[in-house]
């Protein structure tokens, strides 16, 4: 029985802190293949107009800035300006201290 709630505590584990989620609301356009990374609206020489907003949270910053490039492609924007980066802490269900990462961005479709 101890094997089993250890098995069962590591794959709780293993699945809050290798999962990483998007959230996006806003307008869908025709998949991108190319997405431009900003972090300062001054760096931009385009016309655009913000298309929609994503938070994208998970384990490793690099992952999810990934992923949040792939679900910026999925919605047709053209760019994504990175509006913060903040980490969390929680408990999961083990009671172990996690530590959740998130991405903050706006995505673009210029004009």
Do not use: H, P
Request: proline letters at 0%; charged letters at 25%; a negative charge.
């Amino acid at each position: 029985m101890e094997n089993v709630k250890l098995c069962f505590g590591i794959l709780i584990m293993l699945l809050t802190t290798s999962c990483i989620t998007v959230d996006y609301v806003g307008q869908s356009y025709e998949e991108t293949d190319q997405v431009d990374l900003y972090f300062d609206e001054q760096d931009i020489d385009e016309d655009y107009e913000i298309i929609g907003q994503a938070i994208a949270e998970g384990g490793r910053i690099k992952r999810i800035q990934k992923k949040l490039i792939n679900k910026a492609k999925d919605e047709g924007a053209d760019a994504i300006i990175i509006g913060g980066v903040s980490r969390g802490r929680f408990y999961n269900t083990s009671g172990n201290l996690q530590l959740q990462k998130q991405i903050y961005a706006s995505f673009l479709k210029y004009k």
